[in-house]
């Protein structure tokens, strides 16, 4: 569990501090509420000293306030459906004060910080807004407010690098309407949520919280005004790569409407992610000059894809793999890492194997493995095995497998002639 106390702008230390000098007598009272920015949980519960206080809360809903003894708060968030504790707390409250609990993080891996509503507002004209990054793997981000038409070029941030689990402190801004967008620090061409209109109340405060998406890499916002009410802004994009895996060294291209995947190029070729809209995509693609007539696959918004084009020159086929970019969970001493078999007119599955431990057994043709988490290692060995070779189709000595990595290790090309690629996907910076 993660635990912050966020409060009129002070470190964490000294709000936590103000918080417990603030609890009084028995019979001292605080206002507290729950907040769901968890992905994983549609529904939540929270109960405080063994009484349930809200109840049925689903994403991005906030419940209503309910009196907590300040010498009595021990917390627990529960799945709605089953009642289960999910994270369990015992903060320290201001008697008198507000506070919003927010849960989030994937299903399995909940956690929570305290949020404490009583910022001074500022005035008429003016407007307070905190951005706390709670998407436990989509790494630092940078914040711009620009106007509906602004591009980011010559746009500055309002803050910068918030950390996971971090927040910007308040930022006084003009009240109004404008354009909200994060990007991956350091850079404005990795665009992570693009708002198109938020408004941010005059002489009021409200914070902007980040959730994480089934990716792993772009997120999700919801606004809270203080003490008032949430507005949803889930993201409407999707990450995609065309991956040209066809055998006999086919001239592959392909696009999502306006947007090139990847421009003719010699398979086998992997593509880098590209950021588009969610939903049907209007993919198309050639193999040797030749439109191809795939399906066209759907794109749920937050969700990274691969479009691999595998088989042979002739008969190409099109796999649509979802991929799995979260952060593994031990990001500090481990990594993930999958198989991807992109291999023409193959028989028999294959085998990917580090340090002689099977981390993907039987992947066949057109599919990819499920990511598996292996150790950090300086020099580990890595090798992709096939029932039809006796010696590895692929392998790696001496590889240095960083902790906090996710990998992707692709196999393509003809059956007699494949060729391998070990990808990094994404790192916990």
């Not at 609890?23 to 907040?35: E, N, P, T």
């Not at 991956?184 to 002489?203: C, E, H, M, Q, Y």
């Not at 096939?386 to 906090?404: C, E, F, K, M, R």
């Amino acid at each position: 569990m993660r635990f912050k106390t966020w409060a009129l702008g002070l470190s964490v230390a000294t709000a936590a501090l103000l918080a417990a000098c603030g609890g009084g007598s028995s019979d001292s009272k605080a206002q507290m509420r729950l907040l769901n920015a968890s992905i994983g949980y549609a529904s939540l519960d929270m109960a405080v000293d063994s009484t349930t206080v809200n109840s049925g809360v689903t994403y991005a809903a906030v419940g209503s306030y309910a009196d907590v003894k300040t010498d009595a708060t021990g917390t627990e968030v529960q799945s709605n459906n089953v009642g289960s504790t999910l994270v369990s707390s015992t903060p320290s409250l201001a008697a008198g004060s507000h506070y919003t609990m927010i849960a989030y993080g994937a299903a399995g891996s909940i956690r929570t910080t305290l949020l404490q509503e009583d910022q001074e507002v500022p005035a008429s004209g003016k407007s307070k807004l905190l951005v706390l990054n709670l998407a436990p793997d989509a790494g630092s981000m940078d914040v711009y407010v620009t106007g509906a038409d602004e591009t980011l070029d010559a746009a500055s941030t309002v803050a910068s690098s918030i950390a996971t689990g971090s927040g910007s402190g308040y930022i006084t801004l003009n009240s109004g309407t404008f354009r909200v967008r994060m990007t991956a620090a350091g850079t404005k061409s990795d665009l992570r949520l693009d708002i198109p209109s938020i408004t941010l109340p005059s002489a009021g405060v409200s914070t902007l919280i980040l959730t994480g998406s089934s990716g792993g890499v772009l997120v999700n916002g919801i606004q809270l005004v203080q003490q008032g009410a949430t507005t949803n802004f889930p993201n409407s994009t999707s990450r995609a790569r065309l991956v040209a895996a066809v055998g006999g060294s086919a001239l592959v291209s392909g696009s999502i409407g306006q947007t090139s995947l990847m421009p003719t190029s010699v398979a086998p070729t992997i593509g880098d992610y590209t950021t588009v809209t969610s939903g049907s995509a209007d993919l198309a693609v050639y193999v040797n000059g030749t439109l191809m007539s795939f399906a066209k696959p759907t794109l749920a918004a937050g969700a990274d894809y691969t479009l691999m084009v595998w088989g042979t020159a002739a008969d190409p086929k099109l796999a649509v793999l979802t991929d799995d970019n979260k952060l593994p969970t031990n990001y500090t001493t481990s990594a993930k890492i999958r198989l991807v078999n992109g291999v023409a007119s193959a028989a028999t599955g294959l085998t990917l194997n580090v340090d002689y431990s099977a981390l993907a057994s039987n992947v066949v043709a057109g599919t990819g493995s499920t990511p598996a988490t292996t150790p950090a290692s300086t020099s580990a060995l890595l090798t992709v095995n096939s029932p039809s070779s006796t010696t590895p189709v692929y392998s790696l000595s001496d590889l240095n497998i960083q902790a906090g990595y996710v990998y992707t290790v692709f196999v393509m090309g003809d059956s007699t002639a494949m060729v391998g690629s070990l990808r990094r996907e994404r790192s916990s910076n």
